[in-house]
């Protein structure tokens, strides 16, 4: 596995079919506003939706009133993610095909509010330094008192305890099934089976959650805080996805939404 793999596993057709597995209305009703409360509570306006996939957030943030930039290192993705706010009328503030590491370069140093890094999309990366480059890169690109929301599988769990899933909160599509057909402390390859007979894999690295924090401590990150399946108090075999809040010290002083 390397960094760039995902690119070509991200067909044309499998990100057609991407938003009928992610279930926007599903998804919408699980997370109950989780990430525009937390984004609110820390006064940011300007967000950038990292590997942004079909555009659900970046649109959804977009609709309540948030100037939103969606990204992602896949070229399908980005077609799809104009595509999804054209049709919803809803005008982005950008929508580019943009590399985590190169986020700092290509909008500047302390531009935006607010990074998202959601949906999995995280694991993407196989190399620690990948990792710790595109989390630094976050880092310089968001004004002080930034925020950082980062989310993945509880890898802890599925590592330890083997893979279960309700499917309560992401991958809400109906008719439609994600679940690993390879389990190690190297890879999980995932399989995206439609009702149709069709089947996708994605291979991801398994993050582990203190990991996780301590990269984002190593990016100079402050006051992280861990949730699972959007509940500061959670079960750790429980819990389907793990979300991680931080902070970039000083305080924010946003220009607005623009």
Request: proline fraction near 2%.
């Amino acid at each position: 596995m390397h960094n760039e793999h995902y690119k070509s596993e991200y067909t044309t057709d499998f990100v057609s079919r991407w938003d009928d597995l992610i279930g926007w209305e599903g998804r919408q009703k699980a997370e109950n506003g989780f990430f525009e409360n937390i984004l609110k509570k820390h006064g940011c306006e300007y967000v950038c939706d990292n590997a942004a996939g079909t555009g659900y957030h970046a649109i959804t943030l977009a609709q309540q009133g948030f100037k939103a930039v969606a990204t992602d290192g896949a070229r399908t993705m980005v077609t799809k993610i104009k595509e999804n706010a054209e049709r919803l009328n809803v005008k982005l503030a950008g929508a580019e095909t943009v590399e985590w590491a190169d986020l700092d370069t290509h909008y500047g140093a302390e531009h935006f509010d607010a990074h998202l890094c959601l949906g999995n999309a995280f694991t993407h990366l196989f190399e620690h330094e990948a990792r710790l480059e595109s989390l630094k890169a976050m880092f310089r690109s968001l004004k002080p008192g930034g925020v950082l929301a980062l989310d993945h599988r509880n890898y802890d769990s599925i590592l330890d305890n083997g893979f279960s899933t309700k499917h309560q909160f992401y991958y809400t599509g109906d008719e439609v099934d994600a679940r690993p057909v390879e389990i190690s402390d190297k890879v999980c390859r995932f399989e995206y089976s439609y009702a149709d007979g069709s089947k996708y894999h994605l291979n991801m690295f398994p993050l582990r959650q203190k990991y996780v924090r301590d990269l984002l401590t190593e990016a100079g990150f402050e006051q992280i805080q861990t949730f699972g399946d959007f509940k500061a108090n959670f079960n750790d075999e429980e819990a389907d996805f793990i979300q991680q809040i931080a902070v970039k010290p000083g305080k924010l002083s946003s220009n607005g939404r623009g």
